[in-house]
Structures are given as C-alpha cells and as structure tokens.
C-alpha cells in the first residue's frame, strides 16, 4: 500500500483542476523547482475515465510544460492508438511536476526522483485523482507504480495487477522510455506487450 493514503494531504480535495494547477505553478514543495523551467502539471478532460501517470517531466515537457510531448510521449502515443485508447480522452499526468535532471555539457539528463521529491508531489497527484475521478488509473514504470500501488512494488513482476482503492482501479505497466532503450527484437516485443497492458486496462472500463 501507499506511504500515504489518498486525498489526505494538504487540502487538496475539492479543489478544481484549474485550481490545483494554478497552484502547483508556484510550487516549492522540494527543492526541484529551483532548476526546472516549470511546473508540468497534468493535462486531459476533467472527466476522464482513465488516468495515466508517468514519473516526471522530461527535458521537452519540461520546456513545453506539459506531459508527454517528448520521444517517450511519441512512443506512448502510438501504443494507444494501437490499443484502441484515444488519448484526448486520457488524463495525462506525473508522479513528480518538476523536471528531474544533471546538466552535463548543454544537455539535461534525467535524473531519477528520489522518495522524498515524490512524497513532496503527492497533493498534487492525489488532488487530480479526487478532482477527475477516473474510474482506472495506470501507473508507467517504476516511480508512479510506487508512489500509486506502494514502495514494495515491482513492476517487473506485477505489472497488470490490479487494485481496487477509493473506488478506482489501479494498476501498473513499464514505462515507454524503458522500451526507447531496447534494441530490436526485443524492442518490437516489449512494445506488443505494452500495448497488450493498455488494451487490457481499457477493458477495465467496459
Ligand atoms: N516521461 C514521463 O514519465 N513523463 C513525461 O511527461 C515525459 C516523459
């Protein structure tokens, strides 16, 4: 389970979604607003049925401020045309809001966040859950499967399993950037199996 369980933190149930990214854009919750261009908060209907959360801005989100406009959203986007999701009909969100990164010459490297910049995140990840009330929530990867299903979490075992919590259901699959690594043909085949997660989590919606 959790660290912390949802809607509990910080006031930020009953707040709109407008109000809960006006917000979050002056958030300085952990020290990762200090380097980041902005925050990136989530984007998507305000009543989706599905919600996906992703681990934190990349280097083009985080210059676009929004989720998954990127190589991994490109990746992403594909996987969900090919599951049958459209993704105007998604939430789009992240585990953190902030660009995690190490400069290193005149590019930015993604740097994983760590546990405390993820507790730091969380009202605002749990204000969007309780503002869209989506009915089935993917976590992508490791991070958000953590922050959403609990620290013991392995995606790599337990992806697809699902949770039933506060009325939605949650689950988990690998992230798309973890598949821009793979070479083929191992690439090919993690894609197919990322796309068999997606289908099956809209059929969760039926
Ligand atoms: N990776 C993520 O987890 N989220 C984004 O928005 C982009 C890349």
């Excluded at 083009?60 to 929004?66: H, N, P, R, V």
């Excluded at 090919?82 to 660009?99: M, P």
């Excluded at 966040?113 to 009202?123: L, W």
């Excluded at 090919?188 to 969760?204: G, K």
Aim: aromatic share 4%.
């Amino acid at each position: 389970m959790p660290d912390q369980p949802l809607f509990e933190m910080a006031g930020v149930e009953g707040r709109t979604l407008e109000e809960l990214r006006d917000a979050a854009s002056t958030c300085t919750n952990c020290h990762l607003y200090q380097d980041a261009t902005q925050t990136v908060f989530g984007k998507g209907p305000q009543r989706a049925r599905l919600m996906i959360v992703g681990e934190q801005p990349g280097d083009k989100e985080d210059l676009a401020g929004e989720p998954f406009v990127g190589p991994a959203g490109r990746l992403l986007d594909r996987a969900l045309v090919e599951a049958g999701i459209e993704r105007q009909t998604v939430y789009l969100t992240n585990a953190v809001k902030h660009f995690k990164f190490t400069p290193r010459g005149k590019r930015r490297i993604h740097s994983t966040p760590n546990a405390e910049e993820i507790k730091a995140c969380r009202p605002w990840l749990d204000g969007e859950m309780a503002a869209v009330g989506p009915a089935v929530v993917v976590a992508l990867g490791a991070t958000a499967a953590k922050a959403l299903l609990g620290a013991s979490f392995k995606v790599t075992r337990q992806r697809g399993e699902v949770v039933d919590r506060d009325g939605m259901k949650l689950t988990a699959t690998v992230h798309p950037s973890s598949l821009l690594r793979l070479k083929d043909p191992e690439r090919t085949e993690a894609i197919e199996q990322f796309v068999a997660d997606l289908r099956a989590t809209a059929a969760l919606l039926d």
